[in-house]
């Protein structure tokens, strides 16, 4: 849930000057984990998302300190802190299972073919070096 949208501001309760849609991001994470399908690009920006709102928080906390209002801001701030927190972490996660997934595959087929001979073509050549006797037909 979006707190951003539910909390008008009020003009003693200076906010942050950029907006972001967490709603989106969740959104996108949501949609990664129903498919199962890794979204870099929303995770990135959740990233980076993240970084401003703990930034947001650092600058405000001063301003709180030289006396001026920010609770309110300060708990916006904190439950879009939640709310990317829980997508990054749902990305995170779907990356991690699908790397593990793609190594167990990998793995998988390296035991498959490890009696196979380095190169595939190394019997066929030792059978064809004694047939070298043999005289094409035309």
Known sequence: MNITATEPLTPT?????WTVDTDRISRAAAEAFRTGVPDPWTLIEAECVLDLINAELVALAARQERGEPAQTAQRRLKAMRTEVTLAIKTLRSIEKSV?????????GQAERH?????????DLRTSLAGASSLQPRI
Not at 99 to 107: A, I, L, M, N, V
Not at 114 to 122: I, L, S, V, Y
């Open 13 to 17: 309760d200076p906010f942050i000057d």
């Open 99 to 107: 790397d593990e997934t793609s190594r167990q595959t990998r793995d």
């Open 114 to 122: 490890a009696d196979w001979p380095e190169r595939a073509d190394t």
